[in-house]
Structures are given as C-alpha cells and as structure tokens.
C-alpha cells in the first residue's frame, strides 16, 4: 500500500482561494492537507525603532481576513490551523509530527520572509517545496530580464515588461484533501475590536474585497481615477484595493482581468490606463525588493550614500501624532492613527515633511507605516520610502514637496485640515537641544 502524501500550505500573503495555483496545486498532489498561518510573536513585539509590531487597525483587519478564510476552507471540510510560534518552530514541529512531503507557500519579496524559507529548507531537507507567484501580475519565469540585471528605474522596467501578458486568473479552490490534525484555538485569542470614533470602512477577508472589487467597477469610478486619485479623502476618489491586495485577500491579476472586462465594455480611456499604470508601480516594487534583499531596509538605501538625516525622537513622535507646525501633516497623521489608511497624495506629503523638514531618518517613517498601514506590503512600503528620501530608484534624486503649496492645491478651505483637526497651538519644534540624541546605526 502507498505511502499518503501530507501536504503543508503556508498561508502569508495570500489569503484567498480564487487565483491561487498554489491550492490548486495542493489540491491534486496530496492526500492530506493542513492549511496554517503563522504569527510570530516576535512580530508583536517592539522593534529596533521603538515601534510596536501591528496597530490595533492591522490586527483587527488581520483577524478579520483569517476568519474569512477558515470560513470559507470550512465548507470544503478543511480548517485554518492558526500556529502562535515562529514559522521556523511550527512548520519544524509540524513536518515531524505529520511526515510532511510537500510544502506549499506564496513567493515572497521580503528579505526576512525568504530567510525563513532558506531556513526551513535546511531543516527540512527531505520535504519537496513548492513555491508559486501569487502576489505579482507576472510569474518569474515571465520577466524578460534576470533579477541580478534588474532595471535601475521604473521606466526600465515598464519598457521591458510591457509586452508581456497578464496570465489569466486560476480557477477558485473549490476541493481541498482533508487535514490530518485537530484545529488549533489559537484564532479566539484574537481581543476583541470595538468600533473606533471613526467608522471603520475597511474590513478584512477576500468576500470583502471582492466585494469592493465589483462594487468599484460597478460605480464606473475607474473612468475618472486619475482625476480623483489625489484627494485626500472620501471612498469613491481611489479604487481603495490596496489593504486586501496587500494581505492577498485580492489577487492582483484579478483585479487586472476585471480591469479588462471593464474596458471591453465601458471604454479605455486615460484613467483606466492610470490604474494599470498603478498596478504597474506596485510590480516593478515587488521584484524591486526580490533584488535588493536587506539592502530595502539600508539607510543609504540602495545609492550607497547617505542622505543628510538623523533620529530626533521628539519630533518623530510629535510627526507620528499629528503634533507639528503643518497643519496638513498633522490632519493625515491623524487620519492614519485613526483608521489604518491614508491616501497616496497624503503619504508623499507627509514622508516629504518628515525628511525634508524635520530631517529625521526616513526609515523610522517607514517603520511606522509598517505599524500602522492596513495596506502595509513590505517593498511598496520601504520601496517607496527609498525612493521619496533619495536612496532608491528614482533618477531625480530626493522628492521635496512644498506643504503650503500641498494644502493649496488639495485642501484649500481647510474641510480635511479641520475633519481631522490638524491645527494644534503654535508650540516650538523642539523642547529640548537635540545636540545628545541618538542615532540608530546600520
């Protein structure tokens, strides 16, 4: 009699079952299954720069998108196994108890991430893996270049890319083999989240951005996306895909192939292109940081120069509340404590400030996005954090964008600046002589 084959599926950033090879692939080569999401608990932890792992926003969206998914892997008789333990200690654990043969899991682009998976790799040499593209539009077999002579600019990249075809989006999983193990509890130890004083618009779990995904489409907003992209606030002036595209509740390709459909039957026009030039950015980001590993997270970046910045706690903390003498800043940092989200015009403004103005190390920005954001995705966060501070990938050199003349042109009766309340009293900068401050080395 054959041997069963128990399969190990390593949910990260793609938790959904439509346009996931992985499952399918799952699906077809095991006996049994178990379908696990790892939260390490260093992760909750606070970091090298003073942060605390994920804001209450991300860890209710979070918690929301894997009750969506064990949900959804329950009508096909399969349960999410929650491990509350480091991947490289669960999956160890996991591969001796069940004799695992496959693991299956996302490609990713995170440095840290791939490190555990060489990691793993060595510990487990005997379990065949599986790794499949489905956090990018494209596959790595696609791209027309090799990832060590990764273009320098984005305009390369979307030169050399763009004959390429988007393949389309798989099949949903609709049959998944059996788990061999009982299911964990762990996901009950999420707290509860009370509704904040804002209403909370954003709610995790592939229903729900599906669910935006054709309500978007449906609203004939796409027509207009370039005009309305840099409000700073309201629903309807972005696609708003970004927090579940970033937790791969939506796959990107979906979101191209409904695109698509969308131009076929309403009319391509410049907004429509603007959106897929979006979604462009995001994938020239994602193979950005597959190439440049730990050097996403360097504070020359990846220029190998210095930018002219220190770590001034006091105005760090006073930029991360909403406590400066701009009053612009201050209302999308409030807006960003308060729901988890902020608009693209409102990040360029508000990393500009924060090196430009306050000269503080641009990664402590970084970091606290990654805090913060409910779309935080690892190289579109640091990627574009780089590339504003002048130690990434654009050509031009550092981005210095003039606040007064922001609020002009995007709020000029002040309807944002006062819904968030972004004028404080006319207190100094500083308190204190930051001639003794820290700086965080490399």
Known sequence: MAMRKVGLYWFSNDLRLHDNANLLNAALEVDNL??????????????HYGLMGMSHNRRRFLKESLLDLDRQLQKMGQHLLICYQSPV?????????????????????????????VTIQKKLPLVQFVETDTHTLFALDQLPFPLDKFPNTFTQFKNS????????PQLTVEFLPPSPALRSDWISRFPDYSKSEHEIVFHGGETAGLKQLTNYFASGSASHYKEQRNELD???????????LANGNLSIRQICFKLNN????????ESTYWLFFELLWREYFQWYANHHGKRLFAFQGIKQQK???SFYPERFRKWCSGNIPYPLVNACMKQLNATGFMSNRGRQIVASCLVNELAVDWRHGAAYFEHQLLDYDVA?????WQYLAGVGADPRGK???????QTRQYDPDALFINKWQGYIQNLPLDSVDAADWPVVTE
């Open 262 to 269: 969308y131009e076929q039957q309403t009319g391509a026009n």
């Open 34 to 47: 178990l379908c696990i999401y790892c939260l390490d608990p260093n992760e909750l932890m606070t970091n």
């Open 399 to 405: 981005r210095h964008f003039d606040i007064e003349k």
């Open 161 to 168: 890319v763009a004959q390429l075809s988007v393949v389309k």
């Open 307 to 309: 930018p002219l910045t």
């Open 234 to 244: 309201g629903w309807g002036n972005s696609s708003k895909f970004s927090p579940w």
């Open 380 to 384: 579109s966060n640091w990627g574009n």
């Open 89 to 117: 200690k669960a999956i160890s654990d996991l591969a001796s108890l069940h004799k695992l043969s496959f693991i299956y899991r996302s490609r990713q682009t995170g440095y840290y991430e791939n490190q555990q998976r």
